[in-house]
């Protein structure tokens, strides 16, 4: 028989750096019996930071996924739960895992408060829809202010924050809990490890605290209904507590509310109460919206409801490579059911796939099932090729669901291996890394022959090229990849070039006469015009001529870089009739090329970005004059919600490091985007300092 989805939950834990996403984890396994002993991060000991580098780091690198069950009120809860990382640099984690939770547990610091990357991923639950209940985690330490950080996710975050706890003490009297629905108060046995705790009465100097937040609940509860507003104006205590767990459910499913909670994950107070209220308040797979798709076939829309008899509709969200079983794509089921060893159905490529066998995870450990259902989260292997984002389902119900945005890489350094024997295991573990990481880009740059990673920061890279040497033994040189300047001529010039070679027997002869000069508005490329008249040049030499400046101008005067644009008009020329052939004339337009730009004069050209940082308004001043420093160009200010907006035009040579310097600057706060505008010519000392550190010129 197929369980009742109304008790499922896949949530997901998502905060700022060191918040206690995965202590919290931890404590929830703990409690749930799935461990038997509390794993800590400071030890390297956590469950769910099974990566060498999140043991030696102390921090989550990649999210982990795993599956636990909570009693309340006598009803067994599932839970899908997937513990994410802080840093910015691994956003990619949070922004897929959101994608495919129906809930959230947004966890905050009782020192820190709302921090920067708690407001990032706070707008990316946002962009989601996903509903949240807020944790108060932290009250044990000294400067905890579970008041402030209320009052901080209203203002800062725009969400009418709804206490449904409050704290008895805080820093180090913190000892327990009142539960304003029930009215109930908890203290915590330290020497249990917080596995027992008791119902004591309300303190004596809390009393009319309690009393005025349970009330301000209560009035909450009763706006959203007539019938509760009648009871609330009659007696407020007359409101029953099914009637007020109905009311917050409800609104915090519809995004109205966040209700907050408190406690301290390490000293294991409070965390029983987390996860009835995961049971209590946010939604199951049934309460929410079903998900839309589109008919590849047809390019109609259609539904798949939370139901295991509709056809199977899946998205995969994670790509990973096990050293045991190769390659798991970990998937969330919308609809249907999925038996192992079944073919699918990838939407998004259109190729057929077998699923050879199903695993639930638990961290970075497998336990085989035979089957998935709707409302499931798993793990796949034995496919050939599905990505992130891409749409699984049934082969006679194809239906392709809303994929994931992942924002672009903004910093790249240049890796080479440091034999020559590793060249194509390199290529190959870049190759893999990729796949599991869509922020991650690869490319072997054109103007350099250099292969250069891109990533979401510095951090990001330093562990990809870190697991390039631990998990592909592959021994990595890296270094800053050179910004790809080209080069322009100034002027118009007339040149004759003639190539004359005699060296016995048949020789080499060539006579050209051309214009050269910047190639017409809007024109990449050779813009080459045949203007010779009379036969002075025979017809067969013509394309050789061409071929010749077209091969000029890879290689510039200035400095070696690529002339990106020319206009070259062939006016006159000569030939011998034995000593002429497609070669001589080829070299002769070499060689001309050469001299007419050095007549003409070049300059350098560098690539121009167009930047987007956006940042909270204290900051403004900060940014803009940092981007002044970088030869930055205004383009415009404007709002976004309670944000500014900047647009620039910047050099690429100024941007690298930027990311870090921003979050210098702005505590974290902001973000940038950044893709290719134009070139346009490098100012003179700066071209000069750039052409001698190639020449090897000491300025």
Same mark, same amino acid.
């Given at each position: 028989?197929?369980?009742?989805?109304?008790?499922?939950?896949?949530?997901?834990?998502?905060?700022?750096?060191?918040?206690?996403?995965?202590?919290?984890?931890?404590?929830?396994?703990?409690?749930?019996?799935?461990?038997?002993?509390?794993?800590?991060?400071?030890?390297?000991?956590?469950?769910?930071?099974?990566?060498?580098?999140?043991?030696?780091?102390?921090?989550?690198?990649?999210?982990?996924?795993?599956?636990?069950?909570?009693?309340?009120?006598?009803?067994?809860?599932?839970?899908?739960?997937?513990?994410?990382?802080?840093?910015?640099?691994?956003?990619?984690?949070?922004?897929?895992?959101?994608?495919?939770?129906?809930?959230?547990?947004?966890?905050?610091?009782?020192?820190?408060?709302?921090?920067?990357?708690?407001?990032?991923?706070?707008?990316?639950?946002?962009?989601?829809?996903?509903?949240?209940?807020?944790?108060?985690?932290?009250?044990?330490?000294?400067?905890?202010?579970?008041?402030?950080?209320?009052?901080?996710?209203?203002?800062?975050?725009?969400?009418?924050?709804?206490?449904?706890?409050?704290?008895?003490?805080?820093?180090?009297?913190?000892? #327990?809990?009142?539960?304003?629905?029930?009215?109930?108060?908890?203290?915590?046995?330290?020497?249990?490890?917080?596995?027992?705790?008791?119902?004591?009465?309300?303190?004596?100097?809390?009393?009319?605290?309690?009393?005025?937040?349970?009330?301000?609940?209560?009035? #909450?509860?009763?706006?959203?209904?007539?019938?509760?507003?009648?009871?609330?104006?009659?007696?407020?205590?007359?409101?029953?507590?099914?009637?007020?767990?109905?009311?917050?459910?409800?609104?915090?499913?519809?995004?109205?509310?966040?209700?907050?909670?408190?406690?301290?994950?390490?000293?294991?107070?409070?965390?029983?109460?987390?996860?009835?209220?995961?049971?209590?308040?946010?939604?199951?797979?049934?309460?929410?919206?079903?998900?839309?798709?589109?008919?590849?076939?047809?390019?109609?829309?259609?539904?798949?409801?939370?139901?295991?008899?509709?056809?199977?509709?899946?998205?995969?969200?994670?790509?990973?490579?096990?050293?045991?079983?190769?390659?798991?794509?970990?998937?969330?089921?919308?609809?249907?059911?999925?038996?192992?060893?079944?073919?699918?159905?990838?939407?998004?490529? #259109?190729?057929?796939?077998?699923?050879?066998?199903?695993?639930?995870?638990?961290?970075?450990?497998?336990?085989?099932?035979?089957?998935?259902?709707?409302?499931?989260?798993?793990?796949?292997?034995?496919?050939?090729?599905?990505?992130?984002?891409?749409?699984?389902?049934?082969?006679?119900?194809?239906?392709?669901?809303?994929?994931?945005?992942?924002?672009?890489?903004?910093?790249?350094?240049?890796?080479?291996?440091?034999?020559?024997?590793?060249?194509?295991?390199?290529?190959?573990?870049?190759?893999?890394?990729?796949?599991?990481?869509?922020?991650?880009?690869?490319?072997?740059?054109?103007?350099?022959?250099?292969?250069?990673?891109?990533?979401?920061?510095?951090?990001?890279?330093?562990?990809?090229?870190?697991?390039?040497?631990?998990?592909?033994?592959?021994?990595?040189?890296? #270094?800053?990849?050179?910004?790809?300047?080209?080069?322009?001529?100034?002027?118009?010039?007339?040149?004759?070039?003639?190539?004359?070679?005699?060296?016995?027997?048949?020789?080499?002869?060539?006579?050209?006469?051309?214009?050269?000069?910047?190639?017409?508005?809007?024109?990449?490329?050779?813009?080459?015009?045949?203007?010779?008249?009379?036969?002075?040049?025979?017809?067969?030499?013509?394309?050789?001529?061409?071929?010749?400046?077209?091969?000029?101008?890879?290689?510039?005067?200035?400095?070696?870089?690529?002339?990106?644009?020319?206009?070259?008009?062939?006016?006159?020329?000569?030939?011998?009739?034995?000593?002429?052939?497609?070669?001589?004339?080829?070299?002769?337009?070499?060689?001309?090329?050469?001299?007419?730009?050095?007549?003409?004069?070049?300059?350098?050209?560098?690539?121009?970005?167009?930047?987007?940082?956006?940042?909270?308004?204290?900051?403004?001043?900060?940014?803009?004059?940092?981007?002044?420093?970088?030869?930055?160009?205004?383009?415009?200010?404007?709002?976004?919600?309670?944000?500014?907006?900047?647009?620039?035009?910047?050099?690429?040579?100024?941007?690298?490091?930027?990311?870090?310097?921003?979050?210098?600057?702005?505590?974290?706060?902001?973000?940038?985007?950044?893709?290719?505008?134009?070139?346009?010519?490098?100012?003179?000392?700066?071209?000069?300092?750039?052409?001698?550190?190639?020449?090897?010129?000491?300025?």
């Amino acid at each position: 028989m197929a369980r009742n989805l109304a008790y499922t939950r896949n949530i997901g834990i998502m905060a700022h750096i060191d918040a206690g996403k995965t202590t919290t984890t931890e404590r929830i396994l703990f409690y749930t019996g799935v461990n038997y002993r509390l794993g800590e991060v400071h030890d390297g000991a956590a469950t769910m930071d099974y990566m060498v580098q999140e043991q030696e780091r102390g921090i989550t690198i990649s999210s982990a996924s795993t599956t636990t069950f909570w009693n309340y009120r006598n009803q067994q809860f599932k839970i899908n739960l997937i513990d994410t990382p802080g840093h910015v640099d691994f956003t990619v984690e949070v922004e897929r895992s959101l994608r495919i939770l129906d809930g959230a547990i947004a966890l905050f610091c009782a020192v820190g408060g709302v921090e920067p990357q708690s407001e990032t991923v706070w707008r990316q639950a946002d962009k989601y829809k996903v509903p949240r209940i807020s944790f108060v985690n932290k009250m044990d330490r000294a400067g905890a202010d579970f008041y402030a950080v209320v009052a901080k996710i209203k203002d800062r975050l725009g969400m009418n924050a709804v206490p449904v706890q409050l704290p008895i003490g805080s820093e180090d009297s913190f000892c #327990g809990i009142v539960d304003l629905i029930t009215g109930k108060a908890y203290e915590w046995d330290a020497q249990s490890l917080g596995t027992v705790f008791t119902e004591i009465p309300v303190p004596a100097d809390m009393v009319d605290t309690v009393k005025d937040y349970r009330l301000k609940l209560l009035e #909450g509860c009763a706006e959203e209904s007539e019938e509760l507003l009648e009871k609330f104006m009659e007696n407020p205590d007359s409101i029953s507590e099914e009637e007020m767990l109905e009311i917050i459910r409800k609104a915090t499913i519809d995004l109205k509310i966040t209700p907050v909670l408190c406690g301290s994950a390490f000293k294991n107070k409070g965390v029983q109460l987390l996860l009835d209220s995961v049971a209590r308040f946010l939604p199951s797979p049934l309460d929410k919206p079903a998900v839309v798709g589109i008919n590849p076939r047809t390019e109609m829309e259609e539904v798949r409801k939370a139901n295991v008899n509709e056809p199977f509709a899946a998205l995969a969200f994670k790509i990973i490579t096990d050293p045991y079983v190769g390659k798991l794509c970990f998937f969330r089921v919308y609809s249907g059911r999925l038996d192992s060893g079944s073919y699918i159905l990838n939407a998004t490529s #259109g190729k057929k796939e077998r699923i050879s066998r199903i695993l639930q995870m638990h961290a970075n450990k497998q336990n085989p099932v035979d089957f998935i259902e709707a409302g499931d989260i798993a793990a796949a292997v034995g496919f050939k090729d599905i990505k992130t984002g891409d749409s699984l389902c049934e082969e006679k119900h194809p239906v392709v669901l809303e994929s994931m945005t992942f924002p672009d890489p903004v910093i790249s350094i240049a890796v080479e291996p440091k034999t020559q024997l590793d060249v194509d295991k390199l290529s190959l573990a870049l190759g893999k890394l990729a796949e599991e990481d869509p922020t991650f880009k690869v490319k072997v740059d054109a103007d350099s022959g250099q292969t250069v990673i891109s990533g979401m920061g510095e951090l990001h890279l330093e562990i990809l090229v870190d697991r390039l040497k631990r998990e592909f033994k592959v021994e990595c040189n890296q #270094g800053a990849p050179q910004v790809a300047y080209k080069e322009a001529i100034v002027s118009t010039v007339e040149h004759r070039e003639v190539y004359k070679k005699q060296s016995g027997g048949r020789g080499k002869f060539a006579d050209i006469v051309f214009e050269i000069g910047p190639a017409d508005e809007g024109v990449a490329g050779l813009q080459f015009i045949d203007e010779v008249k009379g036969g002075n040049i025979p017809r067969e030499y013509i394309p050789s001529v061409e071929k010749g400046f077209k091969q000029a101008m890879l290689n510039g005067v200035m400095a070696g870089f690529q002339v990106d644009s020319l206009k070259v008009r062939l006016l006159d020329g000569s030939y011998h009739n034995v000593d002429s052939d497609s070669l001589s004339f080829e070299i002769a337009a070499k060689i001309g090329f050469k001299a007419a730009c050095k007549k003409a004069g070049s300059v350098l050209l560098e690539p121009i970005m167009k930047l987007e940082v956006v940042t909270p308004d204290e900051y403004i001043g900060d940014v803009v004059g940092d981007l002044n420093r970088r030869r930055g160009q205004l383009q415009g200010i404007s709002s976004r919600f309670n944000l500014q907006v900047v647009e620039a035009k910047v050099p690429l040579s100024e941007m690298f490091g930027y990311v870090t310097s921003l979050r210098t600057l702005t505590s974290g706060r902001a973000t940038s985007s950044m893709e290719f505008s134009h070139y346009q010519e490098t100012p003179r000392n700066i071209a000069d300092d750039v052409v001698a550190k190639l020449l090897g010129v000491k300025v």
